[in-house]
């Protein structure tokens, strides 16, 4: 307090509160650096009697302070110290009228009123410098005097420039300010204070004329396109913010919207729609989801505003300049030619909330709506926002453009060496001028409204500036040691996650080795470009980036050479094409495909080729695991009458018979769980089931993928039901169609030209392998567990091309699967009952075009059908779950009712014989499979797919898969 009152030459001013009407004594002192408040200085007249503020308790004796009655100041002395100080508000100078009378007549003058007199240069300042060029130490007194005079002189400027400014600010508004500066510094944004009522958000950006303009291609749209859809992009917006979970960056993010409101940039919350109508008086207003964006420990809310339409229906017209660090290192050496003797000093300025403080032009509020869950009740909530939001295009140039202003006024009218990027205010001066530097930029900043953080001001000769330290002393770039750490975690992360999330360009030091090969950086500021260009960071970052480059060419050999763009081949059917195409498609619909796509990236990135290998073969290799717990909890949980068919038997106490069939035996696992409960079943298979249920399980040794066995497996559909005369329909039905990963992909095909030659290859290589073997005296026993009752060793190619769409349906191999399918479908539907439930095990990619057609085609046929796969890693196969059959549809050769485009799928598609020699036949155009092999992208999907059931039902497919492939690489 002494300090203060020292530094501001503070007078005291002692009265008594009573002789201004109060009803006790209460003596105050105040201090005040005028004595124009002299006035107050009255004591008690003594003409009164006083109330005592410390009494006895007549009871207990001790002293009651009754204190809180004296703490308002009475009227007659706030009237008092109000004209005192209105006075010094009108005219500060008042008291020294008399003084400023004082004149001298002109003929005594030494010069002319109002001129400066010249600053004769050091007498020293001459030999001075030219030691120092020579090289000679000199004395600290020698160089203090060089160049003190310029420093002092513009210093003086400045104050008068202040003084004169901020008699302005007092007399006009902060708008009219900003046009009587911008008049003043002679601007081309003339029309800049005409949008400081309010910036409109949408349409086209009103260009300044400071910037070049924006040439390159925009895809805009009219503002009408969005408001004629603005209650179906509400809706929209709406559901999603009901799905978003609460968490603790929710919480910050609702604690930072309710600041907003406090500091009054923004109204709300508001829980119902019809409130925010109300205050913007209209009904077509879009709503813009608030999510958390973490930097730096720090939760910030940004506003999703291309989701609804907003930013797509903005026009941008310029494109902003903005400051680099080469810039600032250009600056600084031009003051250290300019200024070689003086230590340089920098200043920065931090603007508080900047984007909050640029008001949306009221009309186009409808398009400012936030919507955000509240984490407490659960409910989301609308805020109408009154200053920018961060996420609109819009913001990022109106913004800078009233930011642009006022570094334009630091520069011109007050000779400031000052740079604006965003937010942050800084620029670089003498050590003498600097100070100055920096109050001017606070005082222009308090004047035009413009709010700044004072605990983040600097004037310092080591200034940070966007994450840089400029070593003025030095005249180095530094980075601390905390940012130095981040930046190589950062670069760590790059091995993990391949790639980083701000896209930076490199110039001078990233060799054209590196340049070639694409590399993205993670670099959250500008500055730190610089200070990379200049060779800083290439030393810690050099060899993160090699091994960038080697991780993303390995991740791009491995994904091509499965075939696929899921790194996974297709050894169900060899048509990698077709799984492109879905993909292609899925991709932008399906965002479950995006997050299955990170994990299979990561591991193609992370495993050594052994494991690799391993992570492509687990789908097909780790199936029907737990059985047990996918056909009770698992189906019950999904569709509700899957518990009340496997209960008919004991509860209705009747007999219950269900079909299954497949290239696989059923497993004991499903066996004993469906005959506990009552049923018995009939299976079709080339192997028996497994023993202990003989009794109850009937088997019929049909192979559904071998020729030889297709007309007693036609029979199953004739009038007597062939090998399974009944019952003549069955309520529940499987169809379990698996494929050997290790089948022999060189299966020789009967029916190609060169046959004979390749047979009598075959045989000639078989007898030297037995006779080698046999010399040997090394047998090794076969495998008999056999899926489909084929010949094992090597792994298929994973892409076979030239034949067909659908890979080489010319080869033997691919044959009996597109058979065994065809079959097991066509019998288990045939002989499925009415309202009967279909379950089919799904051998493929869970991303393939046949799979969405069967689960297309399924889903005309019955109510329900359910796409899903078991949650973990223990097993990967995918289940189709379809319940209520409607056979009556089914049965029916009615164009569109459903049951004509199957029924063609089987009877006309799949009769593979020597006439389709060269690949698939032309299917009818009534086949839903001609949609997807006659085309070049599957539009099967669009039509069959992409709706509100079967879209949610394969987004979540394709997360559980993500969920399992994760898994799978963390172990």
């Known amino acids: 307090m002494q300090q203060l009152i020292s530094e501001t030459r503070a007078l005291a001013l002692d009265f008594d509160q009573c002789a201004f009407g109060a009803p006790s004594v209460k003596p105050t002192r105040l201090l005040c650096s005028t004595d124009l408040l002299d006035d107050v200085c009255v004591r008690c007249p003594g003409n009164h009697l006083h109330v005592q503020l410390k009494v006895r308790d007549p009871r207990t004796g001790k002293l009651i302070f009754r204190t809180k009655a004296a703490q308002i100041y009475p009227w007659a002395l706030c009237a008092s110290i109000a004209m005192n100080v209105t006075v010094i508000y009108e005219d500060a100078l008042a008291h020294l009228s008399t003084t400023f009378c004082l004149t001298t007549p002109v003929a005594d003058r030494k010069r002319e009123l109002g001129s400066s007199k010249p600053w004769p240069g050091h007498r020293q300042a001459d030999t001075a410098l030219k030691a120092q060029w020579a090289g000679y130490q000199l004395k600290r007194g020698a160089r203090c005097g060089v160049g003190a005079g310029p420093s002092r002189s513009r210093c003086h400027e400045r104050y008068q420039l202040l003084t004169y400014w901020e008699h302005r600010a007092r007399q006009v508004c902060h708008v009219e300010l900003y046009a009587e500066m911008l008049s003043a510094c002679k601007s081309v944004d003339k029309d800049l204070p005409v949008f400081l009522h309010g910036f409109p958000i949408v349409g086209t950006i009103a260009p300044t004329g400071r910037w070049p303009p924006y040439t390159k291609p925009q895809k805009a ?145 409808k398009f400012s709506v936030i919507y955000l869950k509240n984490p407490e009740s659960g ?51 003498p050590a003498g001028t600097a100070p100055s530097a920096r109050e001017v930029a606070e005082r222009v900043h308090f004047w035009l409204g413009a709010k700044f953080d004072q605990k983040k001001l600097q004037l310092s000769s080591t200034p940070t500036i966007l994450g840089v330290t400029y070593n003025l002393e030095k005249l180095q770039l530094e980075i601390k040691p905390e940012r130095k750490d981040e930046i190589a975690s950062s670069a760590r992360s790059v091995e993990e996650v391949g790639h980083f999330r701000t896209p930076v360009q490199f110039t001078a030091v990233i060799p054209e080795s590196v340049k070639s090969a694409h590399v993205i950086l993670l670099i959250d500021s500008e500055a730190v470009e610089g200070a990379l260009v200049k060779g800083m960071l290439f030393a810690i970052l050099a060899s993160k980036i090699k091994a960038v480059i080697t991780s993303r060419q390995r991740v791009a050999e491995r994904i091509e050479a499965s075939g696929t763009p899921l790194g996974l081949p297709d050894a169900a059917f060899d048509a990698p094409s077709m799984v492109q195409d879905a993909y292609d498609a899925m991709i932008q619909k399906s965002p479950g495909v995006e ?71 059923m497993t004991p696992v499903l066996a004993d769980f469906l005959t506990k409960l009552g049923w018995s079943g009939i299976c079709v298979g080339p192997m028996k089931p497994p023993p202990g249920n003989e009794d109850l399980l009937q088997f019929v040794q049909l192979d559904p993928a071998e020729a030889k066995d297709q007309f007693q497996i036609d029979e199953l559909l004739g009038e007597t039901g062939g090998l399974v005369p009944s019952p003549p329909t069955f309520p529940l039905a499987f169809v379990n169609v698996l494929f050997n990963v290790n089948e022999d992909s060189s299966l020789l095909d009967p029916y190609d030209d060169d046959y004979e030659e390749k047979l009598k290859e075959r045989q000639e290589q078989e007898a030297a392998e037995a006779e080698a073997k046999k010399a040997a005296g090394k047998k090794k026993k076969k495998d008999t567990v056999v899926q489909e009752n084929a010949e094992l060793p090597p792994v298929p190619p994973s892409t076979v091309a030239g034949y067909g769409v659908v890979g080489l349906t010319r080869g033997h191999r691919v044959r009996r699967r597109l058979r065994a399918i065809k079959n097991c479908l066509a019998i288990t539907m045939g002989r499925l009952a009415k309202d009967g439930s279909l379950v089919m095990v799904w051998p493929g990619l869970p991303l393939h075009p046949v799979l969405f057609f069967i689960a297309g085609s399924l889903r005309k046929l019955f109510q329900r059908v359910h796409v899903f796969s078991p949650e973990g890693s223990k097993t990967f196969e995918v289940y189709m779950l379809a319940a209520g059959y409607k056979r009556d549809k089914a049965d029916s050769k009615v164009p569109g009712m459903g049951g004509l485009e199957i029924r063609s799928f089987f009877e006309d598609t799949w009769r593979l014989g020597p006439k389709w020699r060269n690949g698939w036949p032309k299917l009818p155009a009534s086949s839903g499979t001609s949609r997807f092999l006659g085309r070049k992208k599957p539009v099967f999907i669009e039509n069959d797919l992409v709706d509100d059931g079967i879209s949610t039902i394969f987004f979540a497919l394709f997360s559980v898969w993500n969920q399992k492939k994760g898994y799978k690489i963390s172990v």
């Open 221 to 365: 749209l009219p503002v009408q396109d969005a408001l004629k859809r603005a209650w179906a992009l509400r809706r929209k917006i709406i559901s999603r913010a009901h799905g978003v979970p609460v968490s603790d960056n929710l919480r910050k993010n609702w604690e930072a919207s309710i600041e907003d409101v406090t500091e009054g940039s923004c109204l709300g919350p508001f829980s119902e729609e019809a409130q925010v109508s109300k205050i913007l008086d209209c009904e077509d207003w879009i709503p813009t989801q608030r999510f958390e964006v973490v930097q730096k420990n720090k939760v910030r809310g940004c506003d999703s505003a291309t989701t609804n339409m907003i930013n797509q229906i903005t026009v941008i017209t310029e494109k902003p300049q903005l400051p680099s660090t080469d810039s600032n290192v250009a600056a600084l050496r031009r003051l250290r030619s300019l200024k070689p003797d003086d230590e340089l000093v920098g200043w920065v300025l931090d603007e508080h909330k900047a984007y909050r403080q640029v008001a949306v032009r009221p009309d186009q509020r």
């Open 379 to 429: 409910a989301p909530n609308f805020f109408v926002m009154v200053g920018h939001s961060c996420g609109l295009v819009s913001a990022v140039y109106n913004y800078n453009r009233r930011s642009a202003a006022i570094n334009e006024f630091l520069v011109s009218i007050f000779g400031l060496v000052a740079f604006s990027f965003y937010d942050d205010k800084y620029g670089f001066e």
């Open 595 to 665: 997050v299955m796509m990170e994990a299979i990236l990561q591991a193609a990135r992370r495993m050594d080729a052994e494991n690799w290998q391993r992570f492509q073969q687990i789908p097909l290799l780790h199936v029907h695991q737990d059985d047990s717990t996918v056909h009770s909890n698992l189906f019950a949980q999904n569709e509700p009458s899957w518990r009340p068919l496997l209960q008919r038997p004991k509860k209705r106490k009747q007999s219950c018979a269900f079909l299954h069939m497949g290239t696989a035996p």
